[in-house]
């Protein structure tokens, strides 16, 4: 399957990341490629097979209406790249 | 006009369970920014999401009591989209497969019933907070995170309405509903119930739909029909000059009451939906169904409507009653212990309303009950009191929760229904008001009512009323 630039660059836009012209080129191909290469599943005849969403035949997994403890601040902000007091900071949201 | 303006809602309500959809994170409002907070409503890597029971039945009730289909199967579905008050990157939700779909809800508008018809009901999870600084220049915005996770429910109607008065009941109904099952708190300013309208117009007559505006931003019922008034006139004056309307997002501008472009249907979101793996699916058989169905207690419109015929009182009483689920419990209370109910009524939707009013209290916090209102009723149809005496004990009851009886004891409040005493002060008061009584004689109506308030006052108000009435009459008509 032949994907364009314009759907790398959708994508791309979709995912709020920039790319470079050699970026879009190079991900073109790969895209195509990988495309091309999981759509040999296509040739399976699927007619008789329902479509499978989830693997295990398990349903209604319910927890209780329970408090449980939250985290303490500093382990919630462990990992994150800035805070500000005890929020977290990101770029200016514009709308 | 000669367009119709076309309208549809949705509604988006805050689940009052105490636990957030996927974690044990409390759901409090106004908590210290990410004090609620978990691995799994902070998104951290290797977390899985698992459904609060009670969040889930909730959404059930709300499918069942909009009379919606529920299939016996249903699954969430992640929505991707980037947003930092979104910490997966994706929301959980629900799109192929709704709890319930093709309902309905019956409003009433200036006594005519309507049917709006319910597209679906389903439950997704609430996104985090986002504090954007007021200093200028400032290119950071905050994330609480408090927020993300909180059982949300989102209830979309057809686009049936087509007045303000029609949205305004839909939104009045069904936040009464919501109330009455005891799924949301609805409280507004704390954003537990949110509305967005999707509004278009077309010619009067034509059946095909106009592109349609979606406005958010609607933080008030009040904001949402100003914003459909303001939208309604918006695209008529582009239609009228020949222009198209673009199908677009739209945000209310409070300050200055209008619309502002968000983003065209161009830049629409592509939000790539698909079924939740970590998440199984939800099998829901006729018992559970109909449990949850039974729990549904009778909703504000069959209310009203019943208690009009089972108990005579005017429409315009029997809406003042069901405006709050707890109120119209009382009344029904206190008419299972005395079968009285306009005079009930008039003490609930006057005396009870006023006090809690003034005093900024809810039904349930007031410290009178509901027998206590029947033995006040009680013991004024005796002729203990009279009903201004009454009046005054039940301002006592208010402020202290004390029975009646016990306050007309301790104050001395009981009605003299004594005829030789009663009898000694209306000539006492006749003795002292010879100008009155030739007025009286004369003709003059209010000069008995000005003698009775005299002997009312000599007695402390005690008097039956009735006696003195009578008894003044007999001695003056000699
Ligand atoms: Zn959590």
């Not at chain 2, 095909?208 to 406005?215: A, F, P, Q, S, W």
């Not at chain 2, 793996?277 to 019943?306: C, G, H, M, N």
């Not at chain 2, 008039?346 to 900024?360: C, G, H, P, Y």
């Amino acid at each position: 399957m032949k994907i364009s630039k314009k759907d790398i660059r959708y994508v791309a836009h979709l995912s709020r990341i920039a790319l470079s012209d050699n970026e879009e080129e190079l991900f073109v191909h790969q895209l195509s490629d990988i495309l091309s290469y999981i759509e040999k599943l296509n040739q399976l005849n699927t007619d008789n097979v329902d479509p499978l969403v989830y693997t295990t035949n398990t349903f209604n997994v319910f927890r209780e209406d329970a408090l449980e403890k939250p985290l303490a601040i500093e382990d919630a902000q462990y990992c994150a790249p800035s805070t500000m007091g005890a929020f977290f900071k990101v770029p200016k949201v514009i709308e | 006009m000669k367009y119709e303006v076309v309208i549809g809602l949705e509604t988006h309500s805050e689940l009052a369970t105490a636990t957030k959809l996927f974690c044990g994170c409390s759901t409090k409002f106004g908590a210290d920014p990410n004090t609620q907070v978990c691995p799994v409503c902070l998104a951290m890597p290797g977390v899985l999401p698992v459904m609060n029971k009670k969040a889930f039945e909730y959404a059930m009730k709300s499918a069942a009591a909009l009379c919606c289909k529920i299939d016996n199967y249903t699954n969430f579905d992640r929505k991707s989209y980037y947003y930092p008050d979104l910490p997966k990157n994706y929301q959980i939700s629900q799109n192929y497969h709704n709890l319930g779909v093709d309902g309905f809800m019956d409003i009433e508008v200036k006594g005519t019933v309507k049917r709006i018809r319910i597209h679906n009901v389903h439950l997704e999870e609430e996104a985090g907070k986002l504090i954007h600084p007021e200093e200028t220049g400032a290119d950071y915005s905050l994330v609480d995170f408090n927020r993300a996770g909180v059982p949300l429910l989102e209830i979309v109607s057809y686009p049936d309405m087509r007045t303000v008065d029609e949205v305004e009941s839909y939104m009045q109904t069904l936040r009464k509903m919501l109330l009455y099952t005891e799924i949301s708190d609805c409280k507004m300013q704390e954003g537990s119930l949110r509305f967005e309208a999707s509004i278009s117009l077309r010619l009067k007559g034509v059946e095909t739909l106009g592109n349609r505006v979606e406005i958010k931003n609607l933080n008030s019922m009040k904001f949402v029909i100003k914003a459909i008034e303001y939208e309604a006139t918006r695209q008529a004056e582009l239609l009228d000059r020949g222009e198209t309307i673009d199908r677009e997002t739209r945000l209310w501008d409070e300050i200055n009451e209008k619309s502002v472009r968000m983003r065209s249907k161009e830049e629409a979101q592509d939000y790539r939906y698909f079924p939740e793996p970590d998440l199984l699916p939800v099998l829901i058989d006729e018992k559970w169904l109909s449990t949850i169905k039974s729990s549904i207690p009778e909703l504000p419109f069959a209310r009203k409507q019943r208690f009009v015929s089972e108990f005579k009182l005017s429409d315009y009483d029997a809406n003042l009653l069901i405006e709050d689920k707890v109120l119209a419990d009382f009344f029904e209370e206190c008419v299972r212990g005395l079968n009285r109910p306009k005079i009930l009524c008039n003490w609930i939707t006057n005396d009870l309303l006023r006090e809690a009013k003034e005093r900024k209290l809810e039904i349930g916090q007031l410290k009178v009950k509901p027998a206590q209102l029947v033995s006040l009723v009680e013991i004024v149809e005796k002729g203990t009191i009279s009903s201004t005496t009454a009046k005054e004990v039940f301002i006592e009851m208010i402020q202290t929760g004390k029975d009646p009886q016990k306050i007309v004891e301790e104050k001395g409040l009981i009605q003299i229904s004594d005829e030789g005493l009663i009898g000694s002060v209306i000539d006492k008061i006749i003795s002292g008001n010879p100008g009155v009584i030739d007025d009286y004689k004369k003709g003059k109506k209010n000069a008995l009512t000005f003698l009775v308030g005299q002997v009312m006052k000599e007695t402390k108000g005690k008097a039956n009323p009735k006696m003195v009435n009578e008894l003044l009459k007999g001695k003056l008509d000699v």
